[in-house]
T-cell receptor, first 117, second 116 residues
Framework: GAGVSQTPSNKVTEKGKYVELRCDPI?????LYWYRQSLGQGPEFLIYFQGTGAADDSGLPNDRFFAVRPEGSVSTLKIQRTERGDSAVYLC???????????????FGPGTRLLVL | AQKITQTQPGMFVQEKEAVTLDCTYDTSDQSYGLFWYKQPSSGEMIFLIY??????QNATEGRYSLNFQKARKSANLVISASQLGDSAMYFCAMRDPQGGSEKLVFGKGTKLTVNP
């Protein structure tokens, strides 16, 4: 079946602009995660949804970052007043959830490469 | 405190040889999950193998096996019969159970190069 998809694959924006990044999880996966990966680093957690609700948003760096998942499927990560330091690859993952044994395996999308000029 | 430690920034292996990528972790929880992902230059994170903390057997998936030593808090990935296509970054990750979160915490990764 189809894997996790993310759009756009690349986004170039100017400092101060607003951007939206979209994630479409694997069908039937109730858990959805956003991570951010800077060059040369492992992914860092941003936010976790179980269904429509954000179960853990402790990784969001500040209030410029916000994410929604209104119908429990597609999610949008929103970044306001972008800064050059926001440049990174934004990865989305989904899992069957709630995590029990192999159900907790997270499957990742291809990522969105964000560049803030 | 760092949760996942991968001490090998880079590793080299000859094609058809086996290679071990090291991973140690830190947690006070009894229930946790350990994962290995492969990230080729294309950027996508590819799930390789999972080990639950209560699993008695070491996990295996084809040419991948996980050498799980719970007392030492290590979860090393063993790749047998290396292939050129195995050249990539490899990340060890742990489901961070503290605080009830289901997030994954990743190490810094190991870059594996398979030589012909």
């Amino acid at each position: 079946g189809a894997g996790v998809s993310q759009t756009p694959s690349n986004k170039v924006t100017e400092k101060g602009k607003y951007v939206e990044l979209r994630c479409d999880p694997i069908s039937g996966h109730t858990a959805l995660y956003w991570y951010r990966q800077s060059l040369g680093q492992g992914p860092e957690f941003l936010i976790y949804f179980q269904g429509t609700g954000a179960a853990d948003d402790s990784g969001l760096p500040n209030d410029r970052f916000f994410a929604v998942r209104p119908e429990g499927s597609v999610s949008t990560l929103k970044i306001q007043r972008t800064e050059r330091g926001d440049s990174a690859v934004y990865l989305c993952a989904s899992s069957l959830g709630p995590p029990t044994g192999n159900q907790e395996t997270q499957y990742f999308g291809p990522g969105t490469r964000l560049l803030v000029l | 405190a760092q949760k996942i430690t991968q001490t090998q920034p880079g590793m080299f292996v000859q094609e058809k040889e086996a290679v071990t990528l090291d991973c140690t972790y830190d947690t006070s929880d009894q229930s946790y999950g350990l994962f290995w992902y492969k990230q080729p230059s294309s950027g996508e994170m590819i799930f390789l193998i999972y080990q639950g903390s209560y699993d008695e057997q070491n996990a295996t998936e084809g040419r991948y096996s996980l050498n799980f030593q719970k007392a030492r808090k290590s979860a090393n990935l063993v790749i047998s019969a290396s292939q050129l296509g195995d050249s990539a970054m490899y990340f060890c990750a742990m489901r961070d159970p503290q605080g009830g979160s289901e997030k994954l915490v990743f190490g810094k990764g190991t870059k594996l190069t398979v030589n012909p």
